[in-house]
């Protein structure tokens, strides 16, 4: 599985984006799909992930009401959708794949696959 993220770019605080993840290979309907995030100097973290039987949703607590996570099985695409950005927000955002449990979405180390970073930028 191969996965290609884009869709980053600069916006003011309170604007919106929505990043993509395109895959090519064969997912599997117990997949899960993440994005993650790492600004400068801080460690990587989970922001939103997608199981891809059922396009259940889970968020971490700093972007729950704001993101909203979703796929397309025909694309093969996962996306972020992401509202009220706030400068904090601002960090390379990487999508990532893999066969994992429910409980474990948070961790991304569970991952197998992962694509490239797209920025996102929010200006105060």
């Known amino acids: 599985v191969q996965l290609q993220a884009f869709g980053g770019g600069l916006v003011q605080a309170g604007g919106s984006l929505r990043l993509s993840c395109a895959a090519s290979?064969?997912?599997?309907?117990?997949?899960?799909m993440g994005w993650f995030r790492q600004a400068p100097g801080k460690e990587r973290e989970f922001v939103a992930a997608?199981?891809?039987?059922?396009?259940?949703?889970y968020y971490a607590d700093s972007v729950k009401g704001r993101f909203t996570i979703s796929r397309d099985s025909a694309k093969i695409a996962a996306y972020l959708q992401m509202n009220s950005l706030k400068p904090e927000d601002t960090a390379v955002y990487s999508c990532?794949?893999?066969?994992?449990?429910?409980?474990?979405?948070?961790?991304?180390?569970?991952?197998?696959?992962w694509g490239q970073g797209t920025q996102v930028t929010v200006s105060s």
């Open positions: 990532a794949a893999g066969n994992i449990g429910l409980a474990t979405v948070r961790f991304a180390t569970e991952y197998d696959y």
């Open positions: 997608v199981r891809w039987r059922n396009s259940s949703g």
């Open positions: 290979g064969r997912i599997s309907s117990g997949y899960v």
